[in-house]
């Protein structure tokens, strides 16, 4: 049973814009937190942004100010809108929830989630 079903990413040159989305059960849709993490090759998992039902939106600081994390309740999607892209956001980008309240203090750790996307390939060209 899949609980979250990602679509977008693509290939964009440098400064583009691209969408994410992330569709998701309702019982997974509101979990305490719902977000977005990436990985690139030889590289850790690492957050991007995440929603949390105490405490609002936190963006990772390399991201600010470009990427916006939105929801659609009615249709229990998460979205990602990159924009200002740099090659070095070039990742498989994953959609991610956490049932248990440790992620409020803990968003950016990737043990505490418990739902994960499939993944989608984002790649920015300089």
Known sequence: QVQLVESGGGS??????LRL???ASG???????????????GKE??????FRTVGGITYADSVKGRFTISRDNAKSTLYLQMNS?????TA?????????????SASW???VY?????????TVSS
């Open 12 to 17: 964009v040159q440098a400064g583009g814009s």
């Open 21 to 23: 989305s992330c569709a």
């Open 27 to 41: 019982y997974v849709y509101n979990s305490a937190c719902i977000g977005w993490f990436r990985q690139a090759p």
């Open 45 to 50: 998992r690492e957050g991007v942004g995440v």
């Open 85 to 89: 892209l740099k090659p070095e956001d």
């Open 92 to 104: 498989m980008y994953y959609c991610a929830a956490a049932r248990n309240y440790d992620c409020y």
């Open 109 to 111: 750790s990737v043990s």
């Open 114 to 122: 418990n739902y994960w996307g499939q993944g989608n390939q984002v």
